[in-house]
T-cell receptor, first 111, second 118 residues
Framework: GNSVTQMEGPVTLSEEAFLTINCTYT??????LFWYVQYPGEGLQLLLK?????DKGSNKGFEATYRKETTSFHLEKGSVQVSDSAVYFC??????????FGTGTQLKVEL | GAVVSQHPSWVICKSGTSVKIECRSL??????MFWYRQFPKQSLMLMAT?????????EQGVEKDKFLINHASLTLSTLTVTSAHPEDSSFYIC??????????????FGPGTRLLVL
């Protein structure tokens, strides 16, 4: 079945450091891919998405490129801020608009 | 836009009682709502999908008689945990998708409801 694997956290970085959170997926066909962010005490918010191979989703300085050849959708940001501290979830959308999530990666950004 | 609310945000109940959680789309009509369960430090697990006016479709392993879902209007879905037990303690999250403003395929999530069964 469909699955999403993302790197375990927590990931701890200093402010202005470069961020990469790895995400790979298994699926039949070519699903749409998403990154969601969950700030402490809040629900999930859509961060970015890509619907086909080679698409790049971007938002708030975050980027992720849909790589069909490596079945990956790694999240990157060039310079993180303390306010980026949250849990990040990679997800794919299958039939019936169902989302399959990875286990989430907690990011802690320190001054 | 595309705001989803949940009520209550926190609930503590005694074992054997039933608890109802509401999920509302505040500024769009949600043709489909989803209910998830999240365990500590784990991912979201889809419990069921409900379309307005239809019976919910439950994922494998989810007891439909224990987790009653009603989606009676385009802005409201409810999840009732019947005869709750301590193992039902969890974080329950709903999401909604609709056709307004071209957001049919995107799910918008509520803030979640934390249930603790004593």
């Amino acid at each position: 079945g469909n699955s999403v694997t993302q790197m375990e956290g927590p990931v701890t970085l200093s402010e202005e450091a470069f961020l990469t959170i790895n995400c790979t997926y298994t699926a039949t066909g070519y699903p749409s891919l998403f990154w969601y962010v969950q700030y402490p005490g809040e629900g999930l918010q859509l961060l970015l998405k890509a619907t086909k191979a080679d698409d790049k989703g971007s938002n708030k300085g975050f980027e992720a490129t849909y790589r069909k050849e490596t079945t990956s959708f790694h999240l990157e940001k060039g310079s993180v801020q303390v306010s980026d501290s949250a849990v990040y979830f990679c997800a794919q959308r299958g039939g019936g608009n169902k989302l399959t999530f990875g286990t989430g990666t907690q990011l802690k950004v320190e001054l | 836009g595309a705001v989803v609310s949940q009520h209550p945000s926190w609930v503590i109940c005694k074992s054997g009682t039933s608890v109802k959680i509401e999920c509302r789309s505040l500024d769009f009509q949600a043709t489909t709502m989803f209910w998830y369960r999240q365990f500590p430090k784990q991912s979201l697990m889809l419990m069921a999908t409900s379309n307005e006016g239809s019976k919910a479709t439950y994922e494998q392993g989810v007891e439909k008689d224990k987790f009653l879902i009603n989606h009676a209007s385009l802005t409201l879905s409810t999840l009732t945990v019947t005869s709750a037990h301590p193992e039902d303690s969890s974080f329950y999250i709903c999401s909604a998708s609709g056709e307004a403003l071209g957001i049919q395929e995107t799910q918008y999530f509520g803030p979640g409801t934390r249930l603790l069964v004593l």
